[in-house]
């Protein structure tokens, strides 16, 4: 077969079309890149209109929008679709989600500092909770180190308030615990019950509602926010609000380190950012609902007690669980205790 000399270019043909390709060549490394977009999944438990999920999550997904340009969105997985409370350490460090919420309860046992805050002597007061342990400080620093070292990150801490009671028969005493079934979630709630001669029980927040209802346990210890969240108040007649003798609740988001170090340097700043900002949002937000939750809890027909400084109940509790702090102090290296104490003051 003989090639078609007519459909071959002209010399001056082929000069062009070289020169052609040669400014293309130039060029490409000139032109934008094409942006490219990540996913971070995020996943949370309990009640979806507790403010540690209602506030801190949209206003991470829109600041973290922001801060990355759009380069980032938030794929949101609630009520433990995802995640289930007992489990969040380990489905954050094997990465079953990106982002998720805890109780710093769960991180004890691989976090010295999660123990110290876990304790009955942490109690930091509400309108100074971000100065004592929001980002930059030595408690946050220190947290933030410790869940590095098992692939992890601290993204935000939140006052979760005073633990408080609900309850089947009035718990304003400690004699009031003994020998009750009272449900725990974490080490510091099973150790206040047994300092007041209960018998702790462990449930997920999810399971509380119905062990109340069937009388599995007589009470329950838990955040004001998941207590209303989870309609608590159908199925048990008193709260109890310590008062801050049962210490603080502190809940926390944690990253896994791999999804952040997997993305550009700016957008790993940009993360940082949007999650110390979403915890000074959601922390305003939680405290906040405090006092709004226990009129909801009364206007719900149950009876409240507060247990206020200076009354009997009041020094009755705080005799009955120095025992407690005094021991718990003993037990954690000196200069950790030492930010705790100041913290809460």
Known sequence: MQLDETRRPSAPGRIGANLLAL????????????????????????SPAAPQVSAFVPAFTKLL?????????????????????????????????????????????????????????????????EQAVGPGTPLFKALDA??????????????????????????????AFKGRTVRAYDRLSTQIIQALGGAPSTISVSDVYPALQRGTVSAAIGGIQGEIGLREY????????PNGLFSVGVTIYVMNAHALRELPKPL????????????????????????S??????????TVTVIEPGTPAYQAFAAALAPLSKAEQKKYPPALVAEALRASQ
């Open 234 to 241: 159908e199925v048990a007649k008193y709260l109890l609000d």
């Open 146 to 175: 410790a869940l590095r070292k098992h692939g992890m990150l601290l993204l935000a801490l939140l006052d979760n308030g005073p633990p408080m009671v609900v309850s089947h028969v009035p718990m304003t005493s400690p004699a």
């Open 23 to 46: 400014a293309i060549l130039f060029l490409i490394p000139c032109a934008p890149a094409l942006a490219a977009h990540y996913t971070l999944r995020l996943a949370t438990w309990g």
């Open 268 to 291: 790993q700043q940009a993360v940082i950012t949007a999650g110390a900002k979403a915890g000074t949002i959601a922390n305003k937000a939680i405290i906040a609902s405090f006092k």
């Open 293 to 302: 939750d226990l009129i909801a809890m009364q206007q719900h027909g149950m």
């Open 65 to 129: 929008a922001q801060e990355s340009h759009g380069a980032i969105t938030v794929q949101h997985f609630p009520a433990g679709s995802l995640v289930k409370e007992q489990v969040v350490p380990q489905s954050v460090e094997t990465r079953v989600t990106d982002i998720s919420l805890g109780t710093i309860g769960s991180f004890t046992s691989i976090a010295p500092p999660a123990a110290v805050m876990n304790t009955i002597f942490f109690r930091p007061p509400e309108n100074r909770f």
